[in-house]
Structure formats: C-alpha cells, structure tokens
C-alpha cells in the first residue's frame, strides 16, 4: 500500500472499524475458510457474513480464491504490514518524543532539579 493512498487507508480502516469484520480478520490469521466456516461464530446470516467480506476485500485485507468446490477466504499480510507501517511513522516520532523528554526530566533531577530553582 502506499501510504499516500488515502482512499485505500480510509477503506481499510473503515473496514477494521466493525468488531465483526475484526473477528474475521483474526479467524484468517489462523489460515484460510469459507464463508460457512467464518460465519459459524456469528448470530448473522452468511449473507451478511459475505458483505463483511466484501467489505474487507474492498479494503484488500482479503483476498478469495477458487479451490474446486470451496472458495475459501484469506488474509491478506502485506496489507496489514502496511497499515502497521502507516501507525508505526507516527509512533516513532511519538517514542522519539518521549525519549527526548525522559533525557531532559532525567538530566534536570542529576543536576538536583536546580535549573528549575534557579529560574525562580
């Protein structure tokens, strides 16, 4: 994904927004099913099941394949590396932030806090 792909970020996170199709994700990080295998722990019909799916190839968190009789539903990785990739850009600068922060507060209680006393 690139990053500057608004429409695609929008759309994955769109899609990941639904406790449903998050439960899905998490069914195909353990391999690939049907549509009547991923709808087994739901309340819903395999229908509403299918536009979840849809939504998340949309998104293309999934991909489905023909297998014979069976068109099983998987995961997509290289897209959800890219998604952490996006979180991960604004993360760093935030961890980097953070570090800077711990230095300053670390160095002002070594000197005994007196850059502070002597500002008064």
Known sequence: MDIGDDELLDAA????????????ISRLSRGPA???????PF?????AVSK????????QLVTRTR????????L??????????????Y???REGQFRSLDAALRSNAASGGTQAKDSS
Request: proline share 5%.
């Open 13 to 24: 996170f769109l899609a990941l927004a639904d406790p449903v199709r998050r439960r899905i």
């Open 91 to 93: 993360r760093l600068v």
């Open 34 to 40: 049907t549509v009547n295998e991923l709808a087994e």
């Open 76 to 89: 997509n990785p290289a897209r959800l590396e890219a998604l952490t990739a996006w979180i991960d850009q």
């Open 43 to 47: 309340a819903i019909t395999k229908q």
């Open 52 to 59: 979840h799916i849809q939504v998340l190839e949309q998104a």
């Open 67 to 74: 297998d014979a009789q069976r068109r099983p539903v998987h």
